[in-house]
């Protein structure tokens, strides 16, 4: 049963599948984001059809450009580092989250087309796309802002009030990339209470001119948990593709072309760049 309207973002003639979830601990978060803008060029020129790219990285903190900004930012950062974690600063808007083995990370890339995709656009298609993934469950999804959640935005992902999930988006080069972190399983508690920690920490109750959200670890949780399911990032990843493959006449699986790896490499060298002037 198709429960999309036609005029869905999630309905291509092709998808292109990057799978770079079990690449492991090693995988670097720079990559991630660097990737992602080397796709938005490839697709906003036609290079390459819509692409989905899921991705896993082990104990890391993603920032935003705003947490560069606190004023006691070397606390918080050593403090993550003494709970086994790595920072990195993400080259998009939004707020600090936590990504582990349990939180599956979905990209779609768009092209930009003649009218452009609306902001709005591109959150309902990955919130089509959620929502048609976990539609054996039964489970009212709402995407509204949780307010005591970490990166709160009006497109967060919940489950009778619990966050599990949050949308951003990247406009680059004529392609649009729409990124989520799900969390599959595990404590969404414990993930909220280390970043939690870590505003506090890095604020010492100083008055800052940005409002940093003040973490309430209830508001947020994992999947499992609120589906009372053993949900893996496996399973997760096996109805990504099943939803994909009923809106599309073709998946293709594949991996960065040679042309991709040339931009690739320049836009990671400007992300290590980005990282480097924060933490030295």
């Known amino acids: 049963m198709n429960l999309l309207q036609p005029s869905s973002l999630i309905n291509q003639p092709k998808w292109r599948v990057i799978d770079q979830s079990s690449l492991g601990p090693q995988f670097d978060a720079k990559h991630s984001f660097a990737i992602d803008d080397t796709l938005c060029a490839?697709?906003?020129k036609k290079e390459s059809p819509a692409t989905v790219r899921t991705w896993v990285h082990h104990q890391t903190i993603v920032l935003g450009i705003q947490d560069t900004k606190l004023p006691f930012l070397e606390d918080?950062?050593?403090?993550l580092h003494d709970q086994g974690y790595q920072a990195i600063v993400r080259n998009s808007g939004g707020?600090?989250?936590?990504?582990d083995k349990d939180v599956l990370n979905i990209s779609l890339i768009f092209p930009e087309s003649e009218k452009g995709i609306d902001i709005d656009r591109g959150y309902d298609a990955m919130l089509d796309l959620i929502k048609h993934m976990l539609k054996d469950y039964d489970a009212n999804i709402e995407a509204r802002e949780i307010v005591g959640s970490y990166c709160p935005g009006s497109y967060d992902l919940s489950i009778n009030g619990k966050k599990f999930a949050g949308i951003s988006q990247r406009?680059?080069?004529g392609g649009v990339a729409v990124q989520i972190y799900l969390c599959v399983t595990g404590s969404g508690e414990d993930r909220a209470d280390l970043i939690r920690?870590?505003?506090e920490l890095s604020l010492k109750k100083e008055q800052t001119k940005f409002v940093f959200p003040t973490i309430k670890p209830e508001?947020?949780?994992?999947?499992s948990d609120l589906l009372g399911?053993?949900?893996?990032?496996?399973?997760?990843?096996?109805?990504?593709?099943?939803t994909l493959k009923e809106h599309s006449q073709d998946l293709?699986?594949?991996?960065?072309t040679v042309e991709e790896q040339l931009l690739f490499q320049q836009n990671l060298v400007r992300m290590i760049d980005r990282n480097e002037k924060v933490f030295s």
Not at 76 to 79: I, N, R, S
Not at 95 to 99: P, R
């Open 219 to 223: 508001t947020m949780s994992s999947l």
């Open 171 to 173: 406009r680059l080069r």
């Open 252 to 256: 293709i699986s594949s991996s960065l």
């Open 229 to 242: 399911v053993d949900l893996t990032v496996e399973k997760l990843l096996y109805q990504l593709l099943f």
């Open 95 to 99: 707020l600090a989250v936590v990504l």
């Open 197 to 199: 920690q870590f505003y």
């Open 42 to 44: 490839s697709v906003g």
């Open 76 to 79: 918080g950062l050593q403090f």
